[in-house]
Each structure stands twice: as C-alpha cells, then as structure tokens.
C-alpha cells in the first residue's frame, strides 16, 4: 500500500490543543503527517522556529507517524522537494475560510499535484489560536486547558528568564 504523506504547515507559536486535534484527526486519513514549521510572515514570534521545531517534536514524541520539519520558502516548494500531495489546514471559524480557500486556490497554481484538504477545529477548541494563547499568558491567566503540558512549562520558563511575573 502506497504511503499517504500530508503536510501541516503553520507558525506554531506555540503549538495548541486545536493542533493537535487536527494532527490526530488527520492520521485517520494519511500514514503519515509531517508537521512544517513556517516563518510567522507579519507575526511576532515568541519561540524561535528551532523552539518551535523543538517544542513540537517533545508533544508528539508518542505519535511515530507524525514529523517535524522546519520552511522558510514556498510551502508548494516544500511540497514539490519533499514528494508531498496534500496540505492538512485547520479552520477555527467561518471567517478562517475566506483567507484559507484564497490560499489553497493560489497554492494550486503554484502546485496543481497537491490537494488541500480543511479540517475543522473541534468544537470545545475553535476559539484557540496561538496569538490568543500568548496574550492570555501574558496577562496572567490559565493556559492549561488550551495547550499541551510542554507548552505551559516552556512558556514559564521563558517567563522565569525574562524575569517577570
């Protein structure tokens, strides 16, 4: 049987339960999913994208099938080097679609072999994203029931190094 290898391409910033929703789901329809860690574009980090690469490896330690990989061109490039023919997005809310179906539409004339497939977040889970989940933990709050255990532990460390709070 022919391995199915699909891509999950985002900035990470960090990593979040809705991630890994999607991650997991996606194992039920590819062998294996490499998780490519793109540059944040207008973003403002947190992590670097080795932390990131990093951070990510240690949540999915337990899942062989999932890699982690780092990018900082095209991912339709990275798509073409690597052999791949899908690219895994996860959608939050309707007003993720709009931005995401002009993105798959774009990166289909740049790569007509790969497909995107969108998957939604879980319901508990779609008002996550990373920049929520940064700004939360800046101000104080419990970030616990949103991202993996790591993710909690490197934040305080970062936050311990910076010495604040």
Not at 32 to 60: H, M, N, Q, Y
Not at 121 to 130: D, G, K, P, R
């Amino acid at each position: 049987m022919k391995k199915r290898i699909a891509i999950y391409p985002g900035s990470f910033d960090p990593i979040t339960n809705g991630h890994l929703d999607i991650l997991d789901r996606s194992l039920k329809l590819f062998s294996e999913i490499v998780v490519v860690v793109a540059g944040s574009g207008r973003k403002s980090p947190l992590f670097t994208p080795e932390e990131r690469v990093e951070l990510i490896r240690d949540v999915v330690a337990d899942r062989p099938q999932i890699r982690v990989d780092q990018w900082s061109g095209l991912i339709m490039q990275y798509a073409k080097e690597h052999h791949v023919h899908a690219v895994v997005r996860g959608l939050r809310a309707a007003s993720d679609f709009e931005y995401e179906f002009m993105m798959s539409t774009m990166n289909k004339e740049l790569n007509p072999d790969v497909e995107t497939v969108f998957m939604m977040t879980a319901q508990n889970l779609y008002f996550v994203s990373s920049s929520m989940i940064k700004e939360l933990f800046l101000y104080g709050g419990d970030i616990s029931p949103f991202v993996p255990p790591q993710v909690v532990e490197r934040l305080e460390a970062k936050r311990k190094k910076a010495g604040t709070r």
